[in-house]
């Protein structure tokens, strides 16, 4: 009877055990769950190899960002410029680098300021509701009613000669109502909740409301947006530049690299194809990121 | 349902209102305009300039010109265009047809793709087909569409010279077989990005609708597998997929002034192109108004397709 006894009791102790230990906290099962999506992980390297790249260009860069050779214009692939010369002269690789640098830097800093604008909009419409609500989101509604790339190249044709800062805002500013919307209507669920309603009854301010007990519960939406919204920009601002409305080519991006190119498209076609491949292959990188984000952050997909 | 059709009619008619007015302050806040581009010309006397500001109506105040564009755009009157002081209507809708020739066939080559691939795709889920199409849409989605403009055209036109590079018509005329031999390239250029995420779209809601427990009873009475996926599981996936094509229709807009730059297509995209290099403000505010009102009636088609196709929402 003892043994039996004693092994109830061990049995009984260690599930006992099992259950004080700490839940996983959301973020380790995010983790989790990214860590095994091959698609994530292939994008994740990429994109971290590229970025590393870059960061590091005045280093490893062969040449230097304006550096003329004169005796190589539109230069084949060689060892001496492995993907050949541009117009000027200038080495590709080395172009290529340096135009990684803004061209990430605009996409990944227009994706920030277009999310701190959708969740600012998203979440005073959706947790003061009422009047706030209607004209934020008629504002919204007229905003999403431009076709953006037109209102942009007229702001860009308006200025003549835009600045990275420029760049950055423009693309913010016209592309900051989807995650409005997504945030506003998770904040009008949300609000209605006991949490909320208990928080609010023991006199916790609005702000902090918002802050502490709302937002952390829309992190997913808010980062997968933040991801798939570095991909689009980049490819947004290639298209302004390749236009000819972006960034001046003294500093050189992966769009106005394929602007200037493009007179040679016929003749030295491995001008137009590294940019561009290069492009493709970064944006395809994020794009894998943001879905396996997307799959990880939903609680519906399995463990 | 007439009712709702009316009600959501009418609550289009702020928005347009809305956009119209942006457009003109916009308008107004756009500093170089013609003033400028005149007074560089240099031979022209102050006298000159007055007149022609006075011609076209900018030494007005400036609510006076805004009653004036509002009530001349409910009459279909657009303005007259700086650069070739025609009404900005007959300038838009001389170029309007060679874009949609080109939008159709892109849509329609699109729309062809997306439903194999997408249909495809989720009746042989993580199958090679699967894995070979979502990798194509993800890549679609993610070449920037000039590019891949470029692309076929560095490889189709100069390599393979199998198609034109540029243009609408041979220098030398030419019918029917001509236009479409010029269309192909810009037409699959256009195609490309709505191919990618329709597909991928596709997918995901056949795939919803396979898990249904009506395909379940539609193939335990033993109906033939064609005949669920058509009659069952398509026409429901469709449903929502439609949807979002008529959202996305008015994007074909926006991705026209790139493919038809790159293809100098004499179309609407390259009318803006032109516009913008010179600065012809009252043509791009056309265009830029009638992108906005595809835009507002592509969801309001969207809306009624919904409402009209699927018998499980009601209207209210």
């Known amino acids: 009877m003892s043994t039996a006894e004693t092994t109830l009791a061990t049995v009984d102790r260690r599930s006992m055990q099992q259950v004080q230990t700490k839940p996983m906290s959301p973020w380790r099962i995010v983790w989790r769950r990214l860590k095994r999506s091959r698609i994530a992980l292939v994008g994740t390297t990429v994109f971290g190899l590229v970025l590393l790249a870059c960061l590091l260009a005045p280093v490893i860069a062969p040449y230097g960002k304006n550096d003329i050779d004169l005796f190589n214009i539109t230069a084949p692939a060689s060892t001496d410029h492995w993907l050949g010369t541009d117009p000027l002269g200038r080495d590709v690789v080395t172009r290529l680098l340096y135009g990684g640098q803004l061209s990430l830097l605009i996409g990944v800093g227009s994706a920030v300021i277009a999310v701190t604008i959708g969740i600012l909009v998203g979440a005073v419409a959706g947790y003061y509701g009422g009047w706030t609500d209607s004209i934020l989101m008629r504002f919204v509604d007229l905003m999403l ?159 | ?35 400028t581009l005149l007074a560089k010309n240099g031979r022209m006397s102050q006298a000159q300039l007055e007149a022609i500001r006075h011609n076209l109506g900018l030494d007005e105040p400036v609510h006076v010109q805004l009653w004036k564009w509002i009530t001349n755009l409910v009459q279909g009157d657009l303005g007259v265009s700086f650069s070739q002081q025609r009404p900005v209507r007959d300038v838009i809708f001389d170029v309007f047809p060679n874009t949609v020739y080109l939008m159709t066939v892109a849509l329609t080559i699109s729309l062809m793709v997306a439903v194999i691939f997408g249909i495809g795709a989720a009746v042989n889920q993580y199958g090679w087909f699967d894995n070979v199409t979502s990798f194509l849409a993800y890549f679609g989605l993610s070449m920037p569409v000039f590019w891949f403009g470029l692309m076929l055209q560095i490889m189709f ?54 898990g249904q427990d009506y395909v379940r009873t539609a193939r335990a009475k033993g109906l033939r597998e064609q005949v669920v996926l058509i009659r069952h599981v398509l026409r429901n996936a469709m449903i929502p997929f439609l949807t979002v094509v008529a959202i996305d229709i008015p994007l074909y807009l926006t991705g026209a002034v790139v493919t038809e730059t790159v293809f100098s297509w004499p179309g609407m995209g390259r009318l803006f192109f032109d516009s913008l290099t010179k600065r012809d403000y009252p043509v791009l505010m056309g265009i830029l108004l009638l992108g906005a009102f595809l835009i507002v009636i592509g969801n309001l088609l969207a809306d009624l397709l919904y409402a009209l196709l699927d018998p499980r929402i009601s209207l209210k």
């Open chain 2, 1 to 35: 349902m007439n009712a709702f059709v009316i009600r959501r009619l009418l609550g289009a008619i702020p928005l347009l209102l809305g956009v119209s007015v942006l457009s003109f302050i916009f308008m107004q806040l756009a500093p170089g305009g013609p003033d």
């Open chain 1, 145 to 303: 009613a431009f076709p953006s790339i037109f209102l942009l190249l007229i702001v860009a044709a308006i200025l003549d000669g835009i600045t990275v800062a420029n760049v950055i805002i423009f693309l913010a500013a016209f592309g900051w109502m989807w995650l409005a919307r997504i945030i506003r209507g998770e904040f009008l669920s949300l609000k209605q909740r006991e949490f909320v309603e208990a928080a609010r009854m023991i006199g916790v301010p609005s702000r902090q409301i918002i802050m502490r007990h709302l937002l952390p519960n829309v992190t997913g939406p808010i980062i997968v947006a933040l991801t798939l919204d570095i991909a689009l920009y980049i490819l947004a601002e290639a298209t302004l530049s390749f236009l000819g409305f972006g960034v001046k080519p003294e500093n050189p991006t992966w769009g106005n690299m394929l602007n200037e190119a493009r007179t040679y498209a016929l003749t030295r076609p491995l001008l137009v194809i590294a940019p561009g491949l290069t492009i493709t292959l970064v944006v395809l990188a994020i794009n894998f990121i943001g879905d396996g984000l997307r799959d990880a952050f939903d609680p519906t997909s399995g463990r």
């Open chain 2, 157 to 210: 036109a100069v390599k393979l010279g199998w198609l034109p590079s540029a243009g609408m018509r041979s220098a030398t005329g030419g019918g029917t077989f001509d236009l479409i031999k010029h269309m192909i390239l810009p037409a699959l250029t256009l195609a490309i990005g709505s191919i990618g995420s329709w597909s991928r779209y596709l997918r995901s809601s056949t795939l919803e609708v396979l």
